[in-house]
C-alpha cells in the first residue's frame, strides 16, 4: 500500500510539472545571449502554439523605445521587415549624437502559415540600453488565420507575471561587465602572444637541429682529410 501511495503521489508530482511546463511554453518568450547594459545582444524569440489551435500567419515584435536600432535574421519560409516609428523623445546616442526615429517593429509574416504545435524563433541583434536594472518589454502580436493573440500584458507591482493569460517578453538589464567589453580584444592580443611565443619556439627548437647537421658536416670533411693523409704516408 505505501508502494501504491508513493507511485500515486509521484504520478500526480509528474502531472502537476507537465502542466507547469505546458503553461510556461505557452507563452511567447524572450532569451538575451547576455542582459549585460550597453553589451550588444542576440535576442530569441519563441513560441510553440498557434490562437487556440489556428496556424500562426505573422509574428510583430514591438522594440522598446530605449533601442535605437534592431536587425533581424532572415529565415527561410518567412518574409521579414523593419517598420520604423517616430520616438515619442529623441534618444541621444554613445556618440552624444541624437534620434528622433527608430526600428519600432520588427514583423515576421509567414509564407506559409505555420502549424500549431510547430516551434518558431527568430532572432533578433540589437544593443542593450545603458541603464542597468531597467525592465524591457517586446510586446508581440501573434496573428493566425483565425484571431490573434497580443502578448502585450505587464504584471502590476507585486504581481507574479505567470499569472497573466498573455504577458509581454521581457527581460531586466544587468550591470555592465568592463571584462566582458574588453574579453575579445584580450583574447585576440593573447592569441597574437602565445601565436609569437609558438614562432619563438619553434625557432628555438629547430637550432640543435642545425648545429648537428653542421656537426656532421664537419666529420665528414675531417674523416676525408685524414684519410687523404693516411694514403700519402702509405704511399
Aim: net charge negative; with cysteine.
Amino acid at each position: 500500500m505505501k508502494i501504491r501511495r508513493t507511485l500515486l503521489a509521484s504520478a500526480a508530482t509528474v502531472g502537476l510539472m507537465t502542466a507547469g511546463i505546458a503553461s510556461a511554453s505557452a507563452h511567447v518568450t524572450v532569451e538575451p545571449d547576455t542582459t549585460a547594459a550597453g553589451a550588444y545582444s542576440v535576442l530569441t524569440f519563441s513560441s510553440s502554439h498557434g490562437c487556440e489551435g489556428s496556424p500562426t500567419t505573422s509574428f510583430t515584435i514591438n522594440i522598446p523605445d530605449s533601442v535605437a536600432d534592431a536587425k533581424p535574421t532572415v529565415y527561410e519560409g518567412w518574409d521579414v521587415k523593419k517598420v520604423e516609428e517616430k520616438l515619442d523623445e529623441p534618444l541621444t546616442l554613445e556618440d552624444g549624437s541624437t534620434i528622433t526615429k527608430h526600428v519600432g517593429q520588427i514583423v515576421y509574416t509567414a509564407k506559409t502559415p505555420l502549424e500549431d504545435g510547430y516551434r518558431m524563433a527568430f532572432e533578433v541583434a540589437m544593443q542593450n540600453p545603458e541603464k542597468a536594472g531597467e525592465t524591457l518589454a517586446f510586446p508581440v502580436l501573434q496573428e493566425c488565420e483565425k484571431g490573434q493573440t497580443d502578448w502585450a500584458e505587464m504584471p502590476a507591482e507585486d504581481q507574479d507575471p505567470h499569472e497573466l493569460e498573455s504577458p509581454a517578453p521581457t527581460y531586466t538589464l544587468t550591470k555592465a561587465s568592463e571584462e566582458g567589453h574588453h574579453a575579445a580584444s584580450d583574447g585576440e592580443e593573447d592569441g597574437e602572444d602565445l601565436a609569437e611565443a609558438g614562432r619563438e619556439g619553434d625557432d628555438a627548437s629547430q637550432i640543435p637541429g642545425y648545429l648537428g647537421l653542421a656537426a656532421g658536416v664537419l666529420g665528414v670533411v675531417l674523416g676525408g682529410i685524414a684519410l687523404s693523409r693516411t694514403r700519402e704516408t702509405s704511399r
